[in-house]
């Protein structure tokens, strides 16, 4: 779904840690052909002129909870009564729809730390959502369904910035118990809300690559 006129956006800059207090605020003001008008961008409650070229990443909300992302980047500024900036207007394939408690799942191979009170490792994810993740566990480290487990997700953003996400999580599902490769599949039950976002910033970053491979 398009935003529309007057629909708020908020971006994250790619080139800064994806922390909430980076988080800028605009409001649309005029849609073009090929960009939209926004007004200047909001941070902590003070205006920002981003860098020209600066790649973003944007999504705005529906009132029922649901949530469209796309990337975007500047194109630059129309200085008029009211200062604007231009940024890029997404194709129709490169918005992704999010709705309120189900969250885009990619394939991903990130380092995870898994942890409860009988054991300690680390393993590679297979997937990746904002409600969850899959991993690969041996049999040196049996798990159990519905077994309560912690640990910390390692993102690596495009920006170059990194970032170590806790998670408390139960597990949903266990394949091929036995056989030293097991699928392990946890639902996060205890993450902070900025620390979802992060993920699900993660999450659309590898989508992008994948449909611009």
Same mark, same amino acid.
């Given at each position: 779904?398009?935003?529309?006129?007057?629909?708020?956006?908020?971006?994250?800059?790619?080139?800064?840690?994806?922390?909430?207090?980076?988080?800028?605020?605009?409001? +649309?003001?005029?849609?073009?052909?090929?960009?939209? %008008?926004? $007004?200047?961008?909001?941070?902590?409650? &003070?205006?920002?002129? !981003? @860098?020209?070229?600066?790649?973003?990443?944007?999504?705005?909300?529906?009132?029922?909870?649901?949530?469209?992302?796309?990337?975007?980047?500047?194109?630059?500024?129309?200085?008029?009564? +009211?200062?604007?900036?231009?940024?890029?207007?997404? %194709?129709? $394939?490169?918005?992704?729809?999010?709705? &309120?408690?189900?969250? !885009? @799942?990619?394939?991903?191979?990130?380092?995870?730390?898994?942890?409860?009170?009988?054991?300690?490792?680390?393993?590679?994810?297979?997937?990746?959502?904002?409600?969850?993740?899959?991993?690969?566990?041996?049999?040196?480290?049996?798990?159990?369904?519905? $077994?309560?487990?912690?640990?910390?997700?390692?993102?690596?953003?495009?920006?170059?910035?990194?970032?170590?996400?806790?998670?408390?999580?139960?597990?949903?599902?266990?394949?091929?118990?036995?056989?030293?490769?097991?699928?392990?599949?946890?639902?996060?039950?205890?993450?902070?809300?900025?620390?979802?976002?992060?993920?699900?910033?993660?999450?659309?970053?590898?989508?992008?690559?994948?449909?611009?491979?």
């Amino acid at each position: 779904m398009y935003p529309k006129t007057n629909d708020m956006l908020f971006m994250q800059p790619v080139s800064m840690e994806a922390k909430p207090e980076n988080e800028h605020r605009s409001r +649309i003001s005029e849609i073009e052909d090929n960009s939209l %008008l926004v $007004e200047l961008p909001l941070r902590a409650g &003070r205006m920002s002129r !981003l @860098r020209l070229g600066e790649e973003l990443s944007v999504y705005h909300m529906t009132e029922d909870g649901v949530k469209y992302y796309f990337t975007s980047h500047v194109l630059g500024y129309h200085d008029d009564a +009211i200062p604007l900036m231009r940024i890029s207007k997404p %194709l129709p $394939e490169d918005i992704s729809k999010v709705q &309120r408690r189900h969250y !885009l @799942r990619v394939p991903a191979q990130v380092e995870i730390a898994v942890q409860s009170p009988d054991f300690h490792f680390t393993a590679v994810t297979s997937d990746l959502s904002g409600g969850g993740l899959s991993f690969t566990a041996s049999d040196n480290h049996p798990l159990r369904m519905n $077994e309560q487990v912690d640990g910390w997700i390692l993102l690596a953003y495009k920006s170059g910035s990194v970032d170590h996400v806790p998670f408390g999580g139960e597990v949903m599902r266990v394949k091929e118990p036995g056989t030293g490769r097991n699928t392990v599949s946890v639902q996060f039950n205890e993450i902070a809300d900025t620390e979802r976002q992060k993920v699900i910033r993660y999450c659309f970053e590898r989508q992008l690559d994948f449909r611009n491979r």
